[in-house]
């Protein structure tokens, strides 16, 4: 078992809905990250939340639209996607502290697909 | 920038033989090295990691990692591999924003394991 949750688990949508993902974790964590992983390739970081505040954007989009709506929760809202935008979608969390290079850890994703 | 390489794209072995997955790193100060595991379907399980200090890393599952300066390497290790091992590995190194964590993964080493 993992202890950051994704829900859902698969999301099927077109390109004109509204959908949202969302990640959990209670390990008091004060970062976490949205990372893409298309099939075969290794994940690519998308946003990084630190202490609740947008900290890396890594030029992402605008039709993907992060949210951090307490110490436990990560939102990323989508809208208007491409198909290209398919593709499994990763949520992780670390402890922030002086030493920063504490691991992430991971939850199982959401397998978008774009209709 | 902060890279790794992982020259295998796919590992064959047989079931109880040994294993050694290849990482390569690019940095010119001490790296902070991680190996992760990605079972189809799943998301990302730290196997180990390696911060300073002892240059052999022990982790979980049985696997262990060697650091070695001398030829900027962290290859990934296991004394006798079992079915369940079957997966995609990921080395990863890890930099600094300050705040948080930032993962860049190699390209990753797909192990398959004969019966």
């Known amino acids: 078992d993992t202890e950051v949750t994704q829900t859902p688990k698969h999301l099927v949508m077109g390109m004109t809905n509204k959908k949202s993902l969302k990640c959990e974790q209670h390990?008091?964590?004060?970062?976490m990250y949205w990372y893409k992983q298309k099939a075969k390739k290794p994940p690519e970081l998308m946003f990084v939340?630190?202490?609740?505040?947008?900290?890396i954007n890594e030029s992402v989009p605008s039709r993907f639209s992060p949210e951090c709506p307490n110490s436990s929760l990560l939102n990323l809202h989508l809208h208007a996607l491409q198909p290209e935008d398919s593709a499994l979608y990763l949520c992780?969390?670390?402890?922030?502290?002086?030493?920063?290079?504490?691991?992430?850890?991971f939850g199982d994703g959401t397998r978008l697909s774009i209709l | 920038a902060q890279s790794v390489t992982q020259p295998d794209i796919h590992i064959t072995v047989s079931e109880g033989a040994s294993l050694e997955l290849r990482c390569n790193y690019s940095?010119?100060?001490?790296?902070?090295l991680f190996w992760y595991v990605q079972s189809p379907g799943q998301g990302l399980q730290l196997l180990l990691k390696?911060?300073?200090?002892?240059?052999l890393v022990q982790g979980i599952k049985g696997f262990e990692a060697e650091f070695k300066r001398s030829q900027s390497s962290f290859n990934l290790r296991k004394p006798s591999v079992h079915w369940s091992d079957a997966a995609e590995y990921f080395c990863?190194?890890?930099?600094?924003?300050?705040?948080?964590?930032?993962?860049?993964f190699g390209t990753g080493t797909r192990l398959q394991v004969t019966l």
């Open positions: 390990m008091g964590h004060r970062a």
């Open positions: 940095y010119g100060a001490t790296p902070y």
């Open positions: 990863a190194v890890v930099t600094n924003t300050g705040t948080a964590s930032k993962l860049t």
């Open positions: 992780a969390s670390s402890q922030v502290t002086g030493y920063v290079n504490q691991p992430q850890h």
């Open positions: 939340y630190s202490y609740e505040k947008l900290s």
């Open positions: 390696y911060f300073s200090g002892d240059t």
